[in-house]
Structure formats: structure tokens, C-alpha cells
């Protein structure tokens, strides 16, 4: 053991040595607290992250764990830890400010492990990027590889970022205020007035469609009027509007309607991992499987 | 326009799918595309006219899905026999799209299922076929994978590992959408492109163990057997996130995406 050239072996230490590592951080410290990561600090961790791949890339051939992290024999265990993890997350109930298995997004062990699969991304995407060879088989991996990388990296860390309000609307009463999803109340750049709330239901009385009617007034000056469906939000200075809810006791004469407010100005970046990706499959399913020489 | 002249069309395409089905089998690649790709005409006109008379496209309801997953399907064996002539995969395609068909041919009363409004998406469609794909031809690669694990059982050929690859590489492209497909929907609908529901852990899980298989195949000096288990134990975690969650207890209540259960 540990005589180079390391082997899946080696691999499983690594990972099973995070685990441990997380172990030992999920005891002294507790769980991750991902509200500690807003901007700037996710900004400083991500710039950090970079330069530690980059570090790591420049000094594989002076460290050979470096070198080992680009290779299938780093990256399988580490997959297979994060299977077995996120297996034991499906199985166990989830809840938010749960401990340790509870609460698996906040336990150091499973985001340890995710942290080092997406740092044998970026390693091995730097080696590639640097040993270009043909589009047809580079191109493909860059997609896949750089888009996994661009979109778990900034929806990890743009999470922070990420607001979520509830707004009530009562007919014809403009609203600027806004409940945070820990009960605060919050005043927002937008206003919204409902003027109609929607409600159609099928033969059966079942819900088939349920809409409001609004007045968009925002702090840069705009007045837009517009519907909002479910399935169908609208976009204005950063924030989607999406229908969330109504007086259920009223039913379709509800005279209130509840939206959601998401500001998320990560976004971007998350969905230029997904297209990435999205284009990297078209390519996977166009080329298929390895060739044999 | 309606679904009472469904029948007609339907037969009619299942019947030039099938003479492609036949043709592949005889080598014949001529016939089996014209044969394959007319077929896809006659169903499309179908699905094109149905459009027009309903004066909006046919996603909305379970039945009209249904009718895009019998297009896609031989158009998919298509695409895939072009690249690799496996002379069977038109008859798959043909046999899945017919059991779809004869869904809508004899439960008819479900195309006017209601269809609540967080369903009611340009999204729903290609998100769930896509996805009926990728189970379709990564259940082909577990037949492959079961075949050579328990019947063959020695002297695997080099060919016969390509066709489970290369239908692992298929089926993973289109989970791979479908999971992506099912994120941008979900960022429309719920606000948030992931939020860790069940379902989506499970497909998370499932979507690393197909990864898995690829990259152990890659590893040079890896063990076939091996593979071929990883492949079957992949499919185990598959049938997990299509319909097993129903059934745990962990995400009783908790997920958006349990079907059938009334409340």
C-alpha cells in the first residue's frame, strides 16, 4: 500500500480519510452552516477553491497526490462514497436543522466528498484543457466535465445568495412587504397589486388552472401589468413572481393570492453549467461510447 | 381531428414500423429506414392534426403524452440502429411503442384526465419522455448485462461489450437531459431548479452509478464481471427512484413527485 503507482486502494483511503476528517469536523465544529457563505464570502471561498485546483495542477510533479487526484483510480471511490452517502440520505428523512444523517446537506463527511469530486474536476479538466488533442474527443469531455464542475461549484456556493419570500396579496391593496422564509418581514424593491385571482376547476371540481391578475410597480420606475400562472412566473429586476397559493376555504372567490419571490444571482452561471451539460449529452448520445483501437 | 381516428393512423404505423422491424432483421437497411421514417409521418400527421383541432399542442393530458413517447420511440431505434445497425433495436422500439398505442387505443377515458396546474408545462412531456427513454434503453443494457453475466458466462466478445456500452452511453445521455429538463422545469414551477425532493436524490444516485460504470470501464485493467454487476446494481438503484420511492417510508408526504396516491 501506498507504493506508486497508487491503485483504487489508495483511492478509497483518500476518500474514507475525508469521511473521517468530517467526522472529526461534524464533532468539534457541528454542521456546516451554508448561510455563513453569503457574498462576499462565497465569492472568497470560490476564488480560494480555484487557486488550490490550480495549485494543485501546477505542482503534479512535485507531489504525487496531486497527480493521483487526476486519475479514474481518485475519481471511482470518490463516486462510489458519494453513491453510498446519497443513498443513505434517500433512505433517511430529511429535515431541515437536522443532525448528522438528518440534515446529510449540512454533514461535513457527504459535503467533504462532494467537495473532492469537484476538485478532481477541476483537475483534470486543467490537464485536459492543456493536452488537447481532437474536438471530437475533447469537446464532449470539456462539456461534460466543465459543466458538472460550473454548475456544482456555483449552486453550492450561490446558494447563500439565494432569497426566497412570501408575499399576500389582498384585491386591489398594492404590497411591498414580504415574509422571509424564517418569519421575518422584509420590504422589497417591487410591489405588487393583485387585481384579479384566477380560479378554474375541471368537471370533477379538481383545480385546473389558478392565476392572478397584477400590477408590477418597481423602484426603477416600472409599471407592468401582467398574469401570473402557475408553471408560468414572471421576471422583473432580478426577481421571479411565481403563483404559490390562495384562500383555500374561499376557493375560487379567494380574494387574496399568495406569490413567491426568488432572487437567485447565481443563476446564470448554474444554467450555463446545465446547458453545458445538457449540449455535452446531446454530444455523448451523437458520439457514443468509446471506440475500440 | 380526435382520437377516434387514432386507430387508423395507429395501425397504420405500427405496421410500416414493423416492416422496418423486418427489413433491419434481413439486412435489408434500405427498406427499414423508409419503412421507419413513414411510419414516423403518419403518427406525426396524427399528433400535427390533433394540434390543430385542439388549438393548442397535445402534452396536456397522460393520453397525449403517451402519444409523443410512441413517436419518439421508433424515432430514437432509428437514430440508434443508424449509428450501430444493431439489427433488434427496431423491434424494441416497434413492441415499446406499441404497448403505448394500445394504452391509448384501450383506456380512452383517461385522455380527458385532468391535469393539475403544476403539470401544466411545455416542460412535462419531453421531461417524462425523455426520461421513459433512458429506462427503456438502460433496461436493454441490463439484459445485455444479465445475458453475459449468467448465460454466456465466459469468453464475453469484444462486440458485445461495445453494444452494452454503447447503450449505456445512449441511455445515460438521455437521463442526463431528462434530469436537466427536469431542473429548469422545476426552476419555473417551484422557484428552485434542485431542491433534494426524493425524487431527485434518487435520481442524483442513479445518475452517479451509470457514471460509475463508465468510468470503471474506462480503468485500464478492470474487472468485466465486475462492470456487468455494477450495470445491474445501477438498474436496481433505477427502479428505486422510478417507482420505489412510493413505497419508503423516509419520503412519505415529502415528495412532489409520488404518484397516485390520493389525497
Not at chain 1, 107 to 125: N, R
Not at chain 1, 129 to 144: A, E, G, M, Y
Not at chain 1, 236 to 264: C, H, N, P, R
Not at chain 2, 131 to 143: K, P
Amino acid at each position: 500500500m501506498w507504493t506508486k503507482p497508487w491503485n483504487m486502494k489508495e483511492g478509497f483511503l483518500i476518500g474514507g480519510g475525508l469521511i473521517i476528517a468530517g467526522l472529526a469536523l461534524e464533532l468539534s465544529v457541528g454542521p456546516i452552516i451554508w448561510e455563513a457563505f453569503a457574498w462576499p464570502a462565497n465569492g472568497m471561498v470560490l476564488a480560494g477553491f480555484l487557486l488550490m485546483i490550480a495549485m494543485m495542477f501546477l505542482l503534479r510533479k512535485k507531489v504525487y497526490a496531486f497527480q493521483f487526484v487526476g486519475t479514474y483510480q481518485a475519481a471511482i471511490p470518490a463516486m462510489v462514497y458519494a453513491v453510498v452517502l446519497t443513498i443513505i440520505m434517500g433512505l433517511i428523512r430529511q429535515k431541515v436543522g437536522g443532525t448528522w444523517l438528518n440534515d446529510m446537506l449540512s454533514f461535513w463527511p457527504f459535503v467533504l466528498i462532494y467537495v473532492y469530486i469537484t476538485a478532481i474536476l477541476g483537475v483534470i479538466i486543467l490537464r485536459r484543457v492543456t493536452h488537447l488533442s481532437s474536438w471530437k474527443r475533447d469537446l464532449p469531455f470539456l462539456l461534460n466535465h466543465l459543466g458538472l464542475f460550473i454548475a456544482l461549484s456555483t449552486a453550492t456556493l450561490g446558494n447563500a445568495d439565494m432569497q426566497r419570500v412570501k408575499m399576500i396579496c389582498g384585491v386591489d391593496e398594492p404590497e411591498w412587504r414580504a415574509m422571509t422564509t424564517d418569519g421575518r418581514i422584509i420590504e422589497m424593491p417591487i410591489a405588487i397589486e393583485l387585481k384579479k385571482f384566477i380560479m378554474e376547476t375541471y368537471d370533477d371540481g379538481s383545480p385546473k388552472r389558478f392565476a392572478s391578475e397584477i400590477q408590477v410597480v418597481t423602484k426603477t420606475f416600472k409599471y407592468i401589468e401582467t398574469t401570473v400562472d402557475v408553471n408560468k412566473p414572471y421576471e422583473v429586476d432580478g426577481w421571479k413572481i411565481y403563483q404559490y397559493g390562495y384562500d383555500t376555504q374561499m376557493g375560487a372567490q379567494s380574494q387574496i393570492s399568495i406569490f413567491e419571490l426568488v432572487s437567485d444571482p447565481w443563476l446564470p452561471w448554474v444554467y450555463a453549467g446545465i446547458y453545458m451539460m445538457l449540449a455535452g449529452a446531446v454530444c455523448m448520445f451523437a458520439i457514443g461510447g468509446r471506440k475500440r483501437t | 381531428m380526435s382520437w377516434e381516428h387514432f386507430i387508423y393512423f395507429a395501425i397504420a404505423s405500427v405496421l410500416l414500423w414493423a416492416v422496418g422491424a423486418w427489413a433491419a432483421w434481413r439486412n435489408r437497411s434500405a427498406i427499414a429506414y423508409s419503412a421507419t421514417i413513414l411510419g414516423l409521418l403518419v403518427f406525426f400527421a396524427f399528433i400535427l392534426m390533433m394540434w390543430i383541432s385542439l388549438e393548442r399542442p397535445p402534452l396536456r393530458t397522460m393520453g397525449e403524452t403517451r402519444l409523443w413517447y410512441s413517436f419518439f420511440l421508433p424515432l430514437a431505434g432509428l437514430i440508434v440502429y443508424s449509428r450501430w445497425k444493431y439489427k433488434w433495436i427496431l423491434s424494441f422500439s416497434t413492441i415499446l411503442a406499441l404497448v403505448f398505442i394500445c394504452v391509448n387505443l384501450f383506456k380512452p377515458e383517461i385522455h380527458d384526465k385532468t391535469l393539475m396546474p403544476a403539470l401544466q408545462s411545455p416542460w412535462f412531456a419531453p421531461h417524462v419522455i425523455v426520461y421513459m427513454f433512458a429506462y427503456a434503453v438502460l433496461g436493454a443494457a441490463t439484459v445485455m448485462a444479465i445475458y453475459l453475466l449468467f448465460i454466456k458466462k465466459s469468453g464475453v466478445a469484444a462486440e458485445e461489450f461495445d453494444i452494452t456500452d454503447n447503450l449505456v452511453y445512449v441511455g445515460l445521455a438521455f437521463l442526463t437531459i431528462g434530469m436537466l429538463f427536469g431542473a429548469l422545469w422545476a426552476k419555473e414551477a417551484w422557484g428552485h431548479y434542485w431542491s433534494w425532493d426524493p425524487k431527485e436524490t434518487w435520481a442524483a444516485i442513479t445518475w452517479l452509478a451509470y457514471l460509475i460504470y463508465v468510468h470503471y470501464r474506462q480503468l485500464p485493467r478492470h474487472r468485466e464481471r465486475l462492470a456487468l454487476w455494477i450495470l445491474i446494481g445501477s438498474f436496481v438503484l433505477l427502479q428505486m427512484c422510478w417507482w420505489g420511492i412510493n413505497y419508503l417510508p423516509s419520503t412519505q408526504g415529502s415528495s412532489v413527485h409520488t404518484y397516485n396516491i390520493s389525497d
